[in-house]
C-alpha cells in the first residue's frame, strides 16, 4: 500500500498440555513455549511494530512463589528487545547455577517467563500513543490467584463511554477511559463476583479458605464471566486473557470483524490471529488450523481440558475485507486466492481504458504488497490473449506458416518491474517544498521499461489518501514518458472511516471524500452537504436513538466513475505529461474474491454495529465543523 497506514494487532496464545520436562525430554529445552511463542509473535510482526509484550503463568507453585511474568517493549525493534530481556535474565540465572542446566523443576521455580501458560502481543498504536503504558498485555492484579487477569487484544470498541459509565454505576472508579482498560476491568469486575460467589458456596459445603482455592479453580465457569462482561460490548474484537490460576480464554466479536484462528493436539493448544503462523510454527496442515467461529471463544481450563463456547449470539458474519486486501500475510492459502482473484477481476476495466491494445500496454504493481494481485491481474491478461491467439491460428487453418504462427505465439502480456521503492530513503527536512521534493524520490523507475507509446498499468493494493501517488509516484514514472498511466486500485474507493481498530478515523483524509466534496462544489449541490450535517448533528445529540448511516447520502449523487474520474484529475500533478486514468475495484468483484470476508464498511458504509453508524455521523460532524480529530475514544490497541 503506497498510503501508509497504522493497523491491526496480532495475539499469540499458547497452552503446554504436558509437563514442562516432556519438552526438555522430546524437544531439548524446558523453554520450548518460549520460543514457540518467539516465533508466533515474530511470524505476525506485520501486524504491529510499535510495541509488544509477553506474559506467561506457571501452574502450581506454592504460595510465595512467583507465578507470573510480563515483559513489554515500545522500542524500535520491540519483538527483538524483549526476547533479549528474556534471554539476558535467563542466561544470567543459568550462568550462576551451572548445576541446574537440566534441572527443569529447578528452572520453573527460579527463573521468570518459563511456564505453561503464554500470552503474546505486537501492537499499532492507532492513535498515536506508544508509551509502554499503552503496550499489552495489560495486567490487573490480586493476592487471590483466581482474581489476576492478564489481557491483550486486538479490538476497538466504539462505545468506550457507555462501558466507561458502567463501570462507574458498579462502584468503580477506572484509571482512565480507554477502551482496553474498560474491558479489563469489566471482565475484572465479574470475575471477581464468581469467585466470591464460589467461595461462599465451597465455605457453606464445610471447606476451608485454603481448600477453597483449587476448587473455585476447577469450578469457575469462564464461559459465564465472559458472557456477562461482553453483554454491551460494541466493536470488532479477539481479546485473550489469562486467569492467574491457569485458565484461559480467546474471545471473537459476534461478526468476526477481527480474525482468530485455532489448532490444538496432545501437547499444545494455540491461538492467533493468522493462520500461516500456526502453520509455520508447529508445522502443521491448513486443514488442521480452525476458524473461531465469530461470538464463540476457546476456553482453556488449568487441567488442559479445552472447550469452544459460544457466548454471545452471532450476527451476519462481516470478517474484515481488508485483512484479505492488505493487512494480513499473504502465504495463507485462502487469501493468496483471493489477492489473485482481485487483480484478474480488475482486468476487464483495464483492457478497455487501454482500448483493447495490449501489445501497447505495459503491467507492473507497486512494491511490495500488490504483487499478488498483479500476478492475477497478468494471468487475465494472458488467459485473453490465449483466445485471440487460438481465433487467429483457427482463421488460418492449415495454410498457417511457421513464421505466422511463431508470431501470434510470440504475443504475451508485457510485464515490467517499473516502480522501486527505496526503503531507506527518510524525508528529514521539515519546510513543505524541499519535503515534497524529497517525498517525490521514495520511489524510483525502471528507466528504459517503457516506450513514448506505451500504455503504463500499475497496480497497488488499495488508494487512500492518495498523497503518495500525487507527490512520488505519478511524478517518477511519468519520467518514462508513456502515453497514458493508469493505476489500478485492487479496493474499492475508500469512502467511510474505521471504527474497529484500523487507523482510519477521518473522514477528509479520504481521497474519495474529497472528490465527492469537489463534486458537490462543481455541481451546486452542497445543500446535500449541511442537510447530512443537520441529520448527523441530531443524532450525536441523541445518542439512545438508533443511528443511521446518513454520510451514505454524501455519495449517492454520483457514480462510481464520476468519483474515480474527479480523483485522477485531482491526483494527476500539473508537471505530469501523461493522461492519468485510475481504476478502482467494484464492490461486487470485492465479494466474489472474498466471499467468506464480506465485512465492506469502508467502501459501502454497511457498518455490522450500531457504533459504526455512530462514529461515521460523528466523523461527518467533525469535518463540517472543522475539527481536528477522531470520531471515537482514545484506542491502545
Known sequence: MSDAIKHECGISLIRLLKPLEYYQEKYGSAFYGVNKMYLMMEKQHNRGQDGAGFASIKLNMAPGERYMSRVRSAEAQPIQDIFDQINARVNSVISENVDKTSDVAWQKKNIPYIGELLLGHVRYGTFGKNSIESVHPFLRQNNWMHRNLIVAGNFNMTNVDELFGNLVELGQHPKEMVDTVTVMEKIGHFLDDAVAKLYKEIKKEGFNKREASPMIAKRLNVAKVLKKSSKNWDG??????????????????PAGIRPAYHYQDDEIVVVASERPAIQT???????????????????????????????????????????????????????????????????????????????????????????????????EAQNYLNKKKEEQILALGQDITKEQLHKILDIRPRIEKVAIKDAKLRTFITQDSSRDDLVAHVYDVTYGSVK?????????????????????????????NPKKIIV?????????????????????????????????????TMHIVDDIYYKCKEQVKSPKIEPVNYVQDFYAPFTAGQISDKIASMLSPKDVQAEVQIIYQTIENLHAACPKNLGDWYFTGDYPTPGGNKVVNRAFVNFYEGKNQRAYSQITV
Do not use: W
Not at 490460576?245 to 474471545?251: I, N, P, Q, T
Not at 485462502?334 to 482486468?347: P, S, T
Open 488 to 524: 489500478v486500485s485492487s479496493a474499492p474507493q475508500i469512502r467511510y472511516p474505521d471504527c474497529y481498530g484500523i487507523d482510519m478515523a477521518k473522514l477528509e483524509d479520504f481521497v474519495a471524500f474529497r472528490a465527492a466534496l469537489a463534486l458537490h462544489k462543481e455541481q451546486g
Open 281 to 379: 510454527v508447529f508445522n502443521v496442515p491448513y486443514e488442521s488450523v480452525k476458524e473461531l467461529d465469530p461470538g464463540h471463544a476457546v476456553i482453556i481450563k488449568k487441567n488442559g481440558s479445552t472447550s469452544i463456547r459460544e457466548i454471545i449470539r452471532p450476527v451476519e458474519k462481516k470478517s474484515c475485507s481488508f485483512e484479505r486486501i492488505y493487512f494480513s500475510r499473504g502465504s495463507d492459502k485462502e487469501i493468496y486466492g483471493e489477492r489473485k482473484k482481485l487483480g484478474q477481476l480488475l482486468f476487464p476495466q483495464i483492457l478497455q481504458a487501454v482500448d483493447g491494445d495490449l501489445l501497447n500496454t505495459v503491467f507492473s504493481y507497486i512494491p511490495n504488497t500488490a504483487e499478488t494481485s498483479f500476478f492475477g491481474m497478468v494471468k
Open 452 to 480: 513514448k507509446s506505451d500504455n503504463l498499468v500499475i497496480i497497488d493494493d488499495s488508494i487512500v489518501r492518495g498523497t503518495t501517488l500525487k507527490k512520488s509516484i505519478l511524478k517518477m514514472l511519468d519520467r518514462l
Open 236 to 253: 470488532g474484537y479477539t481479546m485473550a486473557g489469562l486467569l492467574g490460576h491457569g485458565d484461559a480464554f480467546v474471545l471473537r466479536d
